[in-house]
């Protein structure tokens, strides 16, 4: 096996590993929201954390792996649009990482205060902000976006980030189209009635 191959190697191991972390933060996700108690409500964000934390190495694992690949290619591809938009994507990712990262260390002290009170009360109604709803899903559709391009390997750098963009604006309106949902035990106008 020569350098090349090794490192497509590890790129792909990277996307296995982002796919693996996207399911369980997801599957996490939605446990943390339909928990009974503060105790398993941290629980299930804990699970969300720990398995966030591999989202930037894999970002990095992505760059590094892909630069080298494009380094001893010999091709002068710097500039297409792929890569452009590989590199876009993987900042765009990097910053939602940051920024959902904050967001959930805040919600850590939030419920770590509430289960020192005990960790057997009923779990609170969260209202998350609207960015942090949204972007879990249009982070989903910008690894899309970019492995699309990463095939396609387009060299219009407008039609690469046009494939990302595109991305984001149907994952960004499938989440704010989405009906509402109530929380189990939250009264209606209708029902209080």
């Known amino acids: ?13 990277a996307l296995v590993v982002a796919a693996g972390a996207t399911a369980i933060t997801k599957l996490a996700a939605g446990r943390r929201a339909r928990a009974r108690t503060v105790g398993e409500m941290l629980e299930w964000h804990d699970v969300l954390s720990s398995a966030a934390r591999l989202f930037p190495l894999c970002l990095a694992t992505f760059v590094i792996t892909g630069s080298y690949m494009l380094s001893i290619s010999r091709l002068n591809v710097w500039s297409s649009g792929f890569v452009v938009a590989g590199l876009a994507g993987s900042g ?10 904050v967001k959930g260390a805040a919600l850590r002290r939030m419920l770590e205060a509430t289960a020192a009170r005990g960790a057997d009360q009923p779990a609170p109604v969260l209202v998350p902000p609207t960015l942090a709803v949204v972007l879990p899903q249009v982070n989903s559709a910008i690894a899309l976006a ?3 391009d990463m095939v396609a390997k387009p060299a219009s ?7 990302v963009a595109l991305g984001v604006l149907m994952a960004t309106a499938s989440v704010l189209l989405r009906p509402a949902r109530t929380p189990a035990g939250a009264f209606t106008a209708s029902a209080a009635g």
Do not use: Q
């Open 157 to 163: 750098i407008g039609g690469a980030l046009g494939v």
């Open 146 to 148: 970019v492995a699309f």
């Open 92 to 101: 765009l990712l990097l910053v939602s990482s940051v920024y959902l990262g």
């Open 1 to 13: 096996m020569d350098r090349y191959h090794f490192a497509l190697f590890l790129h792909l191991v």
